[in-house]
T-cell receptor
């Protein structure tokens, strides 16, 4: 049971480049989400999805796109990278709203640097 | 909106010392409360949780009690070990929260010296 798998672990981009951060889970979780972690700011929610075909914005969605074509995968796209997007990105999943006690399961993160 | 405030770090302790990391929250109704731990180079892992007032969550010697009257969920451990060195996050899920959205505190870095 792999849990939540994120790739790549590290990435360096130049300003203006695009890339996709991959996230996959094998726990049949309905809910998936992306957070970014910055020093002194905790984790901030970028986008989330409550099921295949459904996505919504979190606190800091600008500059990021997501899609959810399958239950397992939830990729995060940066269309034109900016230095302000230098951060550590975490994907997390859980069972749905009906189970309020269901904890989030996190991947090991992607460390992104934009120069 | 919902918010979580944690005590500022970093916190440095000697092995076997008593640990308290303060966490207070703002939310309407009765949120669920969580503590997550992040070891170096890893993602966050659930440490413990509490879902209603006066519940006590516990795991690996850590404890936290859901105090509705003081809107707090302080993390405690009686005797810390070097292996407890990590970043600790307090988080809440509001009653009205769609999906499984969590609101996180800023995180508290704990270093335990032998």
């Amino acid at each position: 049971n792999a849990g939540v798998t994120q790739t790549p672990k590290f990435q360096v981009l130049k300003t203006g480049q695009s890339m996709t951060l991959q996230c996959a889970q094998d726990m049949n979780h309905e809910y998936m989400s992306w957070y970014r972690q910055d020093p002194g700011m905790g984790l901030r929610l970028i986008h989330y999805s409550v099921g295949a075909g459904i996505t919504d914005q979190g606190e800091v969605p600008n500059g990021y796109n997501v899609s959810r074509s399958t239950t397992e995968d939830f990729p995060l796209r940066l269309l034109s990278a900016a230095p302000s997007q230098t951060s550590v990105y975490f994907c997390a999943s859980s069972y749905s709203t009906g189970r309020r006690n269901s904890p989030l399961h996190f991947g090991n993160g992607t460390r992104l640097t934009v120069t | 909106g919902n918010s979580v405030t944690q005590m500022e770090g970093p916190v440095t302790l000697s092995e076997e010392a008593f640990l308290t990391i303060n966490c207070t929250y703002t939310a309407t109704g009765y949120p669920s409360l969580f503590w997550y731990v992040q070891y170096p180079g890893e993602g966050l892992q659930l440490l413990l949780k509490a879902t209603k007032a006066d519940d006590k969550g516990s795991n690996k010697g850590f404890e936290a009690t859901y105090r509705k009257e003081t809107t707090s969920f302080h993390l405690e451990k009686g005797s810390v070990q070097v292996s407890d060195s990590a970043v600790y996050f307090c988080a809440l899920r509001g009653e009205e929260t769609s999906g499984s959205r969590l609101t996180f505190g800023e995180g508290t870095q704990l270093t335990v010296n032998p």
